[in-house]
């Protein structure tokens, strides 16, 4: 298989994860429980953290080395802007988070259905960033990203996607539209990874030289989008401890994806 055609494979998987996870729209009757709901939240906490680790800032510190460079520095660099960029589309994209009524960012006149859809895609930026720069890192060749690693990156995301997709599309029944209706909205938001992710990829291309601070900014991304939003979800009202536990979870099967096929 050409490199080409595993790059296009890798970046559609996590929307894959997306549609599957909407789709459950179709076959569940009445809202998520709160505690399958808080699980899967640190489920999809714990796969990003250790994503960002072992996918991310590792090979951007082993490929600074490579280019013979001071190792930390891009990793924090890119990292802090990753974190910074994230801060201001929170600030500046109104959206709506499950289980609040008190929309967030700049204030407008959206529906709610729509604002839902808005704080899910900002989750799903940092990821297709991230599926993009691994592949990219692939293609160029790097030593520290094998395709294998790439595509564990992918199917780990693709797997914390799909609660996130029935996370989303699930509340969307509630609020008066059709199963369809929320299954395409699940899907919409889940459309700006592979978009991401193509558009990472061509940057990368062009200036070799930034991956590692792209690898960076990508798990800083993702970090803020855990740490601001899915763990205090998770840790919201009662039932703490599940959300916890979904959080090792999903740690410990993204760090063995990874360690093992990486």
Known sequence: MSD????????????LGTTLGSAMVFFLKGEMKPKVQKSLLGFASGVMIAAS????????????????GINWLPCSIGFMLGVGFLLLLDTLIP?????????????S????????????????????????????????????????GA?????????????????ISMPLL?????????????????????LGALITIILTSFITPILPYILAFAAGAMIYVVVEELIPEAQSEEHSNIGTIGTAVGFTLMMILDTALG
């Open 109 to 148: 006149k959206l529906g709610k259905s729509l604002m839902l859809v808005l704080a899910v895609t900002l989750h799903n930026i940092p990821e297709g960033m991230a599926v993009g720069v691994v592949f990219a890192g692939f293609a160029a060749g790097n030593a520290s990203i094998s395709a294998a």
């Open 53 to 68: 680790v072992w996918s991310l800032l590792i090979p951007a510190i082993e490929m600074t080395e490579e280019q013979g």
């Open 4 to 15: 080409t055609m595993q790059i296009v494979i890798g970046v559609i998987i996590p929307l």
């Open 95 to 107: 959206h709506l988070h499950v289980n609040t009524d008190e929309p967030e960012g700049h204030k």
């Open 151 to 167: 595509f564990a990156l992918a199917i780990g995301i693709a797997i914390q996607n799909f609660p996130e997709g029935a996370i």
């Open 174 to 194: 509630g609020t008066g539209i059709s199963k369809r209706k929320a299954f395409s909205y699940g899907v919409l938001s889940g459309v700006v990874e592979p």
